[in-house]
């Protein structure tokens, strides 16, 4: 089973600890005094960076919300002040996608661009993909870092990058196939889209030689169903990473796919806090993860409350790593949760029961008050040979889970949009 850093990957929890801190520690000396954002976060607080002696710490540190950095950056226009560096010294810029509010603007200098080729480098070899794999990454490459950063990261691991930008969903499965790729990089959904479109084409899926595909930008290839679904259709291993443009590539999955992420903990500090105490919860229990990355001093991130639900697990793994798992992956988005009825209702819970019926191409999830009353309402696209019970069966599986009986309709093929990068299915208007 391949790592990417053997040495680093099965460290004894405790010197893995003993490395965060000398990392941080290393982080802290070089923001102080130069970093004006971080700099001041710390005074505000009284915080000297060279009292900080263990990672425990790390508590008494101020969070880092993503609307302080946007404000930052409306007030210090365009890069706002989390930079330690002139900014001639900047040679990458990322944008966030803005589906939470306006676009973050990160920039990176050539080292830290190489940090991110690294830990994409993790990303890739957890995937067991080495020197001889051909990356074909689905994605139209703009300024969202999507999967730039596994651009770089196939460098890492001497694998051969094919960008497979500019061109429609049949167009890239025939580069997929001419080009003897043996992994695809795109989010879940576009992985299942282009299932949809190689069945609309009759392209022959045996053309192809894709052993892994590995995903971002959407959490749903930790759903058991959605997994399942692409590592059926495209006769690969389907594997999980999480990430985020002003973070890094900080978690990935592994080969023995124990149904969890690795935190690549050599380059990022994971904390899972209780929402409302703020404190740690215990392994196992859902909490908010609090992220702090190690290797990006030009635009570091401390504590940063990314709103990601996750439950942490230190135990050993099967792959021989030491890096603790995020079991299940992300769970959800905190920001993301309503309330139906007085129930409490994430979207990927939803997605998750849906997924479970193949013949729904593509759906739409909206809440709506009605008359004082919550109301969902699902509008579904099925494949030709769908039974026409399975609307029926969406609504009785959503009611057994949460107690209450959304609407589920079918609407015509083509109707419902598709996505190539960050699905938006679920719509609250109430
Ligand atoms: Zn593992």
């Known amino acids: 089973m391949p790592y990417f850093d053997a040495q680093t990957e099965t460290l004894p929890r405790a010197e893995l600890q003993a490395l ?48 302080e950095l946007a404000q930052d950056q409306s007030e210090h226009h365009p890069f706002g002040t989390n930079l330690t560096y002139p900014l001639n010294r900047y040679v990458r810029y990322h944008q966030t996608s803005g589906t939470t509010g306006a676009p973050l603007r990160v920039v990176d200098t050539d080292e830290s661009w190489n940090w991110w080729a690294r830990c994409w480098g993790y990303v890739l070899a957890g995937a067991g993909l080495c020197a001889g794999d051909r990356l074909f990454a689905a994605f139209s490459f703009g300024p969202f870092i999507g999967f730039w950063g596994a651009v770089e990261g196939a460098r890492t691991i001497g694998a051969m990058m094919i960008p497979g930008g500019g061109r429609d969903s049949l167009q890239r499965l025939e580069l997929l196939r001419d080009s003897g790729a043996t992994a695809l990089l795109c989010t879940p959904t576009y992985a299942l889209r282009l299932l949809e479109v190689a069945r609309e084409n009759n392209f022959d899926m045996n053309t192809l030689s894709v052993r892994a595909t590995v995903h971002a930008g959407e959490p749903g290839a930790s759903i058991p169903e959605t997994k399942a679904r692409i590592e059926a259709g495209w006769r690969a291993k389907c594997f999980d990473h999480a990430g985020a443009s002003e973070v890094g590539a900080h978690s990935f999955e592994c080969e023995a796919q124990s149904g969890g992420i690795h935190i690549t903990e050599s380059e990022f ?30 635009f570091p991130i401390i504590r940063y409350r990314a709103g990601d639900l996750v439950r942490l697990n230190v135990e050993p793994c099967a792959c021989g790593r030491t890096f603790a798992r995020f079991q299940g992956g992300v769970l959800g988005r905190a920001d993301d949760m309503t309330t139906v009825r007085g129930v409490n209702v994430y979207p990927m819970a939803i997605e998750s029961l849906i997924a479970r019926h ?17 109301e969902m309402d699902i509008e579904v696209e099925l494949a030709d040979d769908a ?10 599986a959503i009611y057994n889970a949460l107690s209450f009986r959304p609407t589920v309709r079918v609407v015509e093929h083509g109707v419902l949009p598709r996505f190539e990068m960050k699905a938006r299915r679920f719509f609250v208007k109430k």
Do not use: H
């Open 387 to 396: 039974d026409s019970q399975i609307l029926n069966a969406i609504a009785q």
């Open 358 to 374: 193949p013949q729904v191409l593509e759906y739409r999830i909206t809440v709506t008050r009605v008359r004082e009353m919550d």
């Open 20 to 67: 965060q801190l000398q990392k941080f520690q290393t982080l802290l000396a070089e923001v102080w005094g130069k970093n004006a954002f971080y700099t001041r976060k710390f005074q505000d607080v009284g915080f000297d960076p060279r009292d900080l002696r263990s990672l425990d710490d790390l508590a008494g540190l101020p969070f880092t919300l993503k609307r």
């Open 269 to 298: 500090i994971a904390e899972v806090l209780d929402r409302e105490t703020l404190k740690p919860v215990a392994p196992g229990e859902v909490g908010e993860l609090v992220i702090t990355n190690l290797g990006r001093a030009c």
